[in-house]
């Protein structure tokens, strides 16, 4: 909600959605980080697909994907500063 709510203020009309931001995530996930993928999946709050693993599954894997979006936001504050072509959200 919070990316959702950056982007409606910086383009007028609209255009911009998160699903890249999200996207970007899974996708670093996967390639640089040795999560499981439950814990990604949970991370972007994803609804598990199988309603038999839903029905037994009970915890929130809290403290893994506290660490896993620590890690992203290393990343991104890293990547921003690396002289990367990234480009701010902020002016």
Known sequence: MAINQLLRGR???G???PHG???TFRDWAAERMAYPSDV???ALAHATK???EAA???GDLFERRRK????WAE???SSATSGSRAVPLRA
């Open 68 to 71: 896993l979006m620590g890690a």
């Open 40 to 42: 990604v999946e949970m």
């Open 56 to 58: 037994y599954r009970r």
């Open 21 to 23: 931001f999200r996207s």
């Open 11 to 13: 383009r007028p009309g």
């Open 50 to 52: 199988s309603k038999t």
């Open 15 to 17: 255009g911009v959605v």
């Open 75 to 77: 990343f991104c504050a």
